[in-house]
């Protein structure tokens, strides 16, 4: 896909925080990731407070309509940008539970061979272990995921974000910016016309009774 093309059918990227806070760093990362995209990507934003936690008993009655709303925008879209906290050496409950509703989509344009990357901001590795777990379950959602250059925000790193957490650290922009380019590049390389093969994940195996 050339440029030109990509402008005129931009790539469509889902953007997902996983935290709730009002003026959380990652949905920052997430806002400043949407003002300075790359020529050809154009990021949407989506809010996942109102998904309920998972439920199987709820799920077999029928997803609820935030569900119903998310699934739909992951398929929409040419990939998926997760920005992580870091809470006790891990991703956000938040988070994992909206990766747990996605990955009950067994359709064309689900998690399975979506391109994905993942940044965060916090904790003082910088999310680098919540990245790490956060890595691991989307291997098993069979999202392709772009690894490097990276980025990683320490929590306690003075000035990178306002009180409203926007981003204001301009060598961080410059980061971002590197990482959204890389992206660019990723999902070009991988939304190429292929055959779709649906494949069972261990939530589908689960017994009944987990």
């Given amino acids: 896909m050339t440029l030109d093309e990509r402008n005129e059918n931009p790539l469509r990227v889902l953007a997902i925080s996983g935290s709730l806070r009002k003026a959380s760093f990652n949905t920052g990362l997430l806002r400043a990731a949407r003002e300075i995209a790359p020529d050809g990507m154009e990021i949407t934003i989506f809010d996942i407070k109102d998904l309920p936690f998972y439920d199987g008993d709820v799920e077999s009655q ?9 699934k739909s925008a992951v398929r929409d879209a040419d990939a998926v940008l997760f920005a992580t906290p870091e ?3 891990g991703t956000s409950g938040a988070l994992k539970n909206a990766i747990d509703w996605a990955s009950r989509d067994r359709e064309e344009g689900s998690l399975m061979g979506k391109p994905g990357t993942i940044i965060g901001a916090g904790g003082r590795a910088g999310t680098a272990r919540a990245q790490m777990q956060l890595l691991e379950t989307l291997g098993e959602t069979g999202t392709i995921v772009m690894v490097k250059p990276g980025v990683m925000v320490m929590a306690f790193a003075p000035m990178k974000f306002d009180s409203e957490g926007n981003l204001i650290d301009e060598e961080t922009k410059e980061l971002l910016r590197r990482h959204l380019d890389e992206f660019t590049k990723w999902i070009t390389q991988l939304i190429q016309p292929r055959e779709f093969v649906p494949h069972a994940c261990e939530m589908d195996l689960a017994p009944a009774q987990a």
């Fill in 62 to 70: 029928g997803d609820p309509a935030p569900v119903t709303a998310l």
């Fill in 87 to 89: 809470y006790n050496w």
